[in-house]
């Protein structure tokens, strides 16, 4: 590094005025990785990661653009930093980078009524976003798992998807506009209008970016008046493949119920046993609206399934998956004990799903030996297509370097298994470390303009590096 550490720090602290820079031990410690399963297991069998050089967190936009502009001169890398509840590495930083954390940028800065919009900086939780909303008789529509952790910078950077977004639709859906910080510390912003034509929409440079194109610092999304009208279902069917032919049925015919989820037998068995027979799949629904459109579209779908040789099961599996959504204790049970447990979720198209899910099971169950169970089911649901949620479980050697190997060996069978017929890498959790090395091949020959617009904006390199492109590309 061209300056000394202690340099760095006391120039970056003159910088800003209202927020803060930290080398503490426990602040850097952390800041070292985020939720990143397999972290958390090298964590577990005795890995030390190496942490970042600091960490700031700016108060205001000004500061990130002073802090940036800084850092881009003395070409110093940076990795942006919000909740820290992404899964695939994506703001984990090395020893010689500055972490820009924006939580201390937390406040809610205008719900228009008559627009239906709110405006917030990025470092609100969503929790609190939807709590404020609910308290104005609306709702963001937004609930990914980590809605309690997941701040809106890092939603929207990382493509979001919510459990109600055959609903709602995904952050992509509900983002208006936004006000960003480039590499070179230029505040640059896109207004919020309902929809535009004037060439290509430029959101997207900053959708699924993953802190590699600037530094999300407002957003600008929708917002719905609250439901009064609510429907719940629950059909045992017969297996995955009739499951989604049941769902691209009713989604073709026109019915979007807010939740779709189509779980697997694993999963059926794991926890809906008392509602199914062994080895059959369960299908969750839920609809909601303005009163009437709940019932009417419940009972049009209720047809279409028990058609598709659904079996009714009442709404008590509903209010069981509503109470226990979001619980995450198992995932830090089993990582604590160095056990792999982790999801891969990709999207396919209709014609490609079903074959890719038995697939990717049979593969992993060929491919990676210390697989222990493999499971998958469906909860976003398209037109075109859905996603499959795998989620694995395997058991390495207690040793930080065949929990490496055996975390890989999953990745790749289950990400080639992918490629090979069409399907998309990656539907919600963003590319991070994790999946970067693919990226290449999901985009093909498009993949030269991810590279010429990453050149244009970051010419010195210095954002999240191997975040969303493989680190030796630009």
């Known amino acids: 590094m061209k300056i000394q550490t202690e340099s760095i720090v006391k120039e970056l602290a003159s910088l800003i005025e209202k927020?803060?820079?930290?080398?503490?031990?426990?602040?850097?410690?952390?800041?070292?990785?985020?939720?990143?399963?397999?972290?958390m297991?090298?964590?577990a069998v005795g890995k030390e990661l190496q942490g970042p050089l600091c960490v700031v967190k700016p108060a205001t936009t000004e500061e990130v653009s002073k802090v940036l502009a800084y850092l881009n001169e003395h070409k110093i890398s940076v990795v942006p930093y919000g909740g820290g509840s992404g899964v695939t590495g994506g703001s984990e930083p090395d020893c010689e980078s500055v972490i820009i954390d924006v939580g201390h940028m937390n406040s809610i800065l205008d719900l228009n009524e008559d627009n239906l919009t709110v405006?917030?900086?990025?470092?609100?939780?969503?929790?609190?976003?939807?709590?404020?909303?609910?308290?104005?008789?609306?709702?963001?529509?937004?609930?990914?798992?980590?809605?309690?952790?997941?701040?809106?910078?890092?939603?929207?950077?990382?493509?979001?998807?919510?459990?109600?977004?055959?609903?709602y639709g995904n952050i992509e859906d509900l983002l208006l506009g936004l006000e960003a910080v480039l590499p070179?510390?230029?505040v640059i912003r896109i207004k919020d209008v309902p929809r535009r034509s004037v060439g290509p929409d430029l959101r997207h440079i900053f959708l699924g970016s993953e802190g590699t194109m600037g530094i999300i610092t407002e957003v600008t999304l929708k917002v719905f008046e609250k439901s009064t009208d609510r429907w719940l279902g629950a059909y045992a069917i017969k297996?995955?493949?009739q499951g989604l032919k049941i769902i691209q049925r009713f989604i073709r015919t026109g019915w979007?119920?807010?939740?779709?989820?189509?779980?697997?037998?694993?999963?059926?068995?794991?926890?809906?046993?008392?509602?199914?027979?062994?080895?059959?799949?369960?299908?969750?629904?839920?609809?909601?609206?303005?009163?009437?459109?709940?019932?009417t579209e419940?009972?049009?779908?209720?047809?279409?399934?028990?058609?598709?040789?659904?079996?009714?099961?009442?709404?008590?599996?509903?209010?069981?998956?509503?109470?226990?959504?979001?619980?995450?204790?198992?995932?830090?049970?089993?990582?604590?004990?160095?056990?792999?447990?982790?999801?891969?979720?990709?999207?396919?198209?209709?014609?490609?799903?079903?074959?890719?899910?038995?697939?990717?099971?049979?593969?992993?169950?060929?491919?990676?030996?210390?697989?222990?169970?493999?499971?998958?089911?469906?909860?976003?649901?398209?037109?075109?297509?859905?996603?499959?949620?795998f989620m694995l479980g395997a058991m390495p050697k207690r040793n930080v370097e065949d929990v490496s190997r055996v975390y890989k060996a999953m990745w790749q069978s289950v990400i080639e298994t992918t490629l090979s017929h069409n399907g998309s890498i990656c539907h919600h959790h963003g590319i991070g470390k994790v999946r970067a090395q693919w990226v290449p091949s999901e985009l093909g020959s498009s993949y030269q303009i991810l590279e010429k617009v990453k050149m244009s904006l970051d010419p010195n390199g210095i954002m999240n590096k191997g975040t969303l492109m493989p680190q030796n590309e630009k």
Do not use: C
């Open 19 to 39: 927020g803060t820079v930290s080398q503490d031990i426990q602040v850097l410690k952390d800041h070292d990785t985020d939720m990143w399963p397999l972290r």
């Open 256 to 295: 979007n119920p807010a939740v779709t989820r189509l779980h697997d037998a694993v999963e059926a068995e794991r926890s809906y046993s008392n509602f199914i027979e062994e080895g059959e799949s369960i299908l969750l629904l839920l609809s909601e609206g303005p009163e009437g459109y709940a019932q």
């Open 41 to 43: 297991v090298e964590k």
């Open 184 to 186: 070179d510390g230029e």
């Open 119 to 167: 405006t917030a900086q990025p470092g609100v939780v969503l929790r609190d976003l939807e709590t404020y909303l609910e308290s104005n008789g609306y709702t963001g529509g937004h609930f990914p798992q980590s809605i309690d952790l997941a701040q809106l910078g890092g939603l929207v950077a990382t493509r979001s998807s919510g459990q109600y977004s055959t609903k």
């Open 298 to 389: 419940g009972t049009a779908i209720d047809k279409i399934v028990q058609a598709g040789g659904g079996r009714a099961l009442g709404d008590k599996p509903l209010i069981q998956w509503l109470e226990k959504r979001n619980n995450t204790k198992e995932l830090e049970e089993y990582t604590s004990q160095g056990i792999i447990v982790d999801t891969i979720e990709i999207s396919a198209n209709w014609s490609d799903v079903a074959v890719i899910y038995e697939e990717v099971l049979a593969n992993l169950k060929r491919d990676v030996p210390e697989v222990m169970v493999a499971s998958g089911h469906s909860s976003h649901s398209y037109d075109q297509g859905t996603n499959i949620y």
């Open 239 to 241: 297996d995955m493949e």
